[in-house]
């Protein structure tokens, strides 16, 4: 009963939602950006936030404080679970800006909202459009919007200390803005629906904000070794959350 109530509410949300994200659309027509970024700041999070706590969803988060305040960042973090997307939308200093796969684009009333929150869409398959959806990337971070990655690329269907390869891309686009990368551990976050055969049950997730790796003056190898050390940080942290979990 609560995974159907999920839908529902899911769908009927974003429908009632729509004149709001219309006058979203015009404002980001007319270049109004801080009406746009107002919009998102306050109805996102509320959107995302329902969809937790209709699933039962508790949420532990630590190390705001690592957030940075000075300038964009590029936050990336393990992946296991569609609703890492909404986690994140919610538990972090604000929603941000998500490179998203393409398929996202495809979903009616939802790309919308993902359109206002600058959310960048990317074809894997396709290298001149990944390649352009990076630099869009690159573009909001150069006007200020932090951005969100999963590097893995997919889902992990493994155990909690599985990580699959981080690609380079998201590195790339946090070192060639100078960009801070602030590491995700996110533990718990497949129990909630995958791991249940799509059906969704209450679920304790715990994330882990961890401090930011500057980028700025990194050499060519210490810039070659960034995909795996963001890696290594996130499942050492991943080790102790399930220690304790």
């Known amino acids: 009963m ?32 801080a009406a746009v970024d107002a919009l998102v700041e306050k109805m996102v999070p509320k959107w995302a936030g329902g969809l937790l706590r209709l699933a039962g969803v508790t949420v532990e988060v630590t190390g705001k404080e690592n957030i940075p305040t000075d ?15 909404p986690l994140v939308l919610t538990c972090l200093d604000k929603p941000h800006p998500l490179v998203a796969k393409k398929e996202l684009a495809r979903l009616p009333l939802v790309k919308g909202w993902m359109e206002l929150l600058r959310c960048v869409f990317i074809d894997r398959d396709n290298p001149r459009q990944a390649m352009q959806a990076m630099n869009q990337a690159m573009e909001n971070l150069k006007k200020g919007y932090s951005v969100t990655i999963f590097p893995e690329g997919t889902r992990g269907k493994g155990s909690e200390l599985e990580l699959g390869e981080f690609k380079a891309g998201a ?16 533990h718990g976050s497949r129990d909630i629906m995958e791991n249940n055969g799509g059906w969704m049950k209450p679920t304790h997730v715990t994330i882990r904000i961890l401090p930011s790796i500057p980028t700025d003056g990194l050499s060519r190898e210490q810039l070659r070794q960034l995909p795996e050390q963001t890696a290594d940080i996130i499942l050492e942290n991943l080790r102790q959350m399930q220690e304790t979990a």
Do not use: E, M
């Open 2 to 33: 609560r995974t159907i109530v999920w839908f529902i509410w899911f769908w009927v949300q974003l429908a009632v939602l729509q004149p709001l994200q219309r006058k979203g659309k015009k404002a980001l027509q007319a270049g109004d950006d």
């Open 71 to 85: 300038t964009p960042c590029v936050f990336v973090g393990n992946h296991r679970s569609y609703y890492d997307i």
């Open 171 to 186: 590195f790339r686009i946090a070192t060639k803005t100078k960009s801070p990368v602030v590491p995700l551990a996110i």
